[in-house]
């Protein structure tokens, strides 16, 4: 009896399945009729209206004796402390090159290495008391600053911040490891040059900012070989100082207790000693007075990489919100002009962006693409077109909001974690944007008016005066770039070629 309940149970079940597949097919239910005022609903997207007001958790800041400040920012939605420490890193007056180059490398170096070994702890022994308090330990460096950032449980932030302050006051940087990097860094070198869109970012950089440190956006396999442990540890004693050196705390800890471990374990981070030579370098801007191309010869290659742009602004100059706002308007995601002109409707090209890389000195703006060999010219014709029509025809209201929207969209998602607000917060102070610059963002994007785009486009996109550099088939494209301007052939060391 079991048996047959079963079966039939399983046939009904499947006689069930069979008429709702009939009934979709042909239409044998009953449907409630669809009314004129339902059907457009669906087709129109609804209407996004302009963002709520944004409140950044309260910071508390405290400056040391020895010159380090400390950010406090709780927040209590999750059982975690983040901890991020940034170091200002002064750059020599040197105007060559290769001495630029060659503190790049030793920069890029301090800040890997920092972290592999601290104290008595070897790297092996860093690594395993992170992974056993439950946390994780990185450190880098950029154009302008370096840093070392934790994550760790909360129960576990007070020893996360001992661990810490070895890492920061009593690096040892293993001859072992410094060999060990060296050999990394190199291989890497020698895979990033074989990739033409880093090529032309490289040239790029160097041309536009011609002496300065920031046209370095790179150290050569050369400059890494020379390194050695001496000189990066009398790097690290002249540079990673706790004078202007930010420590930004966020998370779910008694801010008492942080305060306190905080206090007497960085407090004791000594400066160093400097003389009054050791003064901030200045370092002059070249600036281009015409149109100009430059070619890297890649024999074969059956794309080109390009890069369209100049000098633009510093992250804190008044211009830097309505320029970022004319780049979402020109270049940024799927719904710009480039995409949807030189991608989408030209089919010039699979990878088509602009930008903008505004840091604490300077910054540039830029039209970046990959395109099939024969078509170059014309996508780089057809992004100075996109270039001169933001210039010279103002934006309309909706995709002037439909810009906006986007990027108060992505400054919402890199502050919905506790690492985004730390990076973010941390970026304020490294490059003196002013306390308010994230509680203000969003209103100030909301405040761009189209005419303001319209006027930082006729200032930073200029395409009688723009720097092109192109890295690709010389043989194939050498003699059509000639109609953008004069075209310089260069190599990989930006020295002309004989």
């Known amino acids: 009896m079991i048996l047959f309940k079963t079966r039939r149970l399983a046939i009904l079940t499947l006689v069930g399945l069979v008429w709702l597949c009939a009934s979709a097919v042909f ?38 004796g020895n010159g380090l400040t400390l950010v406090l920012i709780e927040d209590h939605r999750a059982p975690v402390v983040t901890i991020t420490v940034g170091i200002p890193v002064e750059v020599s007056s040197s105007r060559d090159i290769s001495e630029l180059t060659n503190e790049m490398a030793l920069t890029e170096a301090t800040a890997e290495l920092i972290t592999e070994g ?17 946390g994780r330990l990185s450190s880098s460096a950029n154009d302008d600053y370096a840093w070392v950032t934790v994550s760790v449980v909360a129960e576990n932030a007070e020893r996360m911040m001992e661990l810490l302050g070895d890492v920061l006051l009593r690096p040892t940087f293993p001859e072992n490891e410094v060999a060990l990097y060296k050999r990394n860094r190199i291989q890497k070198l020698v895979v990033q040059r074989q990739d033409p869109s880093f090529l032309a970012g490289e040239q790029f950089d160097r041309i536009v900012y011609g002496s300065h440190p920031y046209a370095i956006s790179a150290p050569t396999p050369a400059s890494v070989d020379a390194l050695d442990r001496e000189k990066i540890v009398r790097f690290y004693n002249s540079q990673f100082a706790p004078g202007g050196s930010v420590a930004v ?4 800890f008694d801010a008492a207790k942080i305060e306190r471990i905080a206090q007497d374990v960085l407090g004791k981070w000594k400066p160093p000693l400097r003389t009054s030579a050791d003064a901030p370098a200045s370092h002059s801007l070249p600036g281009a007075s015409a149109a100009r191309v430059f070619l890297v010869d890649r024999p074969g290659s059956a794309q080109a990489d390009f890069r369209i742009g100049g000098l633009a602004v510093k992250r804190s100059d008044g211009d830097y919100f309505p320029l970022l706002v004319a780049n979402a308007v020109l270049g940024a995601g799927t719904s710009s002009r480039l995409f949807l002109n030189i991608r989408e409707r030209r089919g010039y090209a699979y990878d088509v962006f602009s930008s903008i890389d505004a840091l604490r000195q300077a910054g540039t703006f830029f039209g970046a693409a990959e395109s099939r060999t024969e078509v170059t010219v014309a996508a780089i014709k057809e992004m100075l077109a996109e270039f001169d029509k933001l210039r010279t025809v103002k934006v309309g209201a909706q995709e002037l909001q439909s810009a906006k929207n986007y990027l108060n ?22 490059l003196e944007l ?11 994007i909301e405040a761009v008016t189209a005419e303001q785009v319209q006027r930082v486009a006729g200032k930073y996109m200029l395409t009688d005066r723009v720097t092109i550099v192109v890295v690709g088939d010389a043989a194939k494209l050498k003699r059509e770039l000639g109609s953008l301007g004069p075209v310089s052939e260069v190599s990989v060391e930006i020295k002309p070629k004989s």
């Open 434 to 444: 002013g306390r308010d610059y994230l509680e203000a963002y969003r209103s100030r």
């Open 27 to 64: 239409g044998l239910t009953q449907r409630a009729p669809q009314t004129k005022q339902t059907e457009p609903s669906r087709k129109r997207p609804p209407k996004s209206g302009a963002p709520g007001p944004f409140k950044m958790p309260a910071a508390r800041e405290i400056k040391l």
């Open 118 to 134: 601290a104290g008595s702890r070897s790297s092996e022994e860093v690594a395993r008391d992170v992974e056993t308090l439950g």
């Open 249 to 252: 705390i966020v998370g779910d």
């Open 409 to 430: 969209g992505l400054f919402s998602l890199a502050l919905s974690t506790q690492s985004g607000v730390a990076e973010r917060t941390l970026q304020t102070y490294m």
